[in-house]
């Protein structure tokens, strides 16, 4: 069983011709996480990111938060994670559920 640390740097944003200037800046995006396998399907990560406030369903800026991760096969997994601001900026607390399938 080991840990894993995962950190990214990104520098991304939105434009076109009908998307008003102010969405179309760039913006800067880091998200960081620390993942431990508890067995071979299951593993518990803490998380957080720093997205410049251009995430319109998180629009905090500075965010933490923990979660856990299935894996149902080699191909696809389940997860879920819990969430707050570090700032006084958006909304008090929120999550994330998804799934994710290698093809």
Do not use: H
Not at 35 to 56: C, E, H, M, R
Not at 74 to 93: C, E, H, K, M, T
């Amino acid at each position: 069983m080991c840990l894993l640390f995962e950190w990214n740097v990104g520098y991304d944003g939105t434009g076109g011709d009908y998307i008003p200037d102010d969405l179309s800046s760039p913006y800067l995006g880091v998200s960081w996480a620390q993942q431990k396998q508890l067995t071979d399907t299951i593993a518990v990560f803490s998380q957080g990111f720093f997205n410049n406030a251009n995430t319109p369903y998180f629009p905090a800026d500075l965010v933490s938060g923990f979660g856990g991760q299935w894996n149902l096969s080699q191909r696809l997994a389940v997860f879920g994670s819990y969430n707050w601001p570090l700032d006084d900026i958006g909304s008090p607390s929120g999550g994330f559920a998804g799934f994710a399938f290698a093809y």
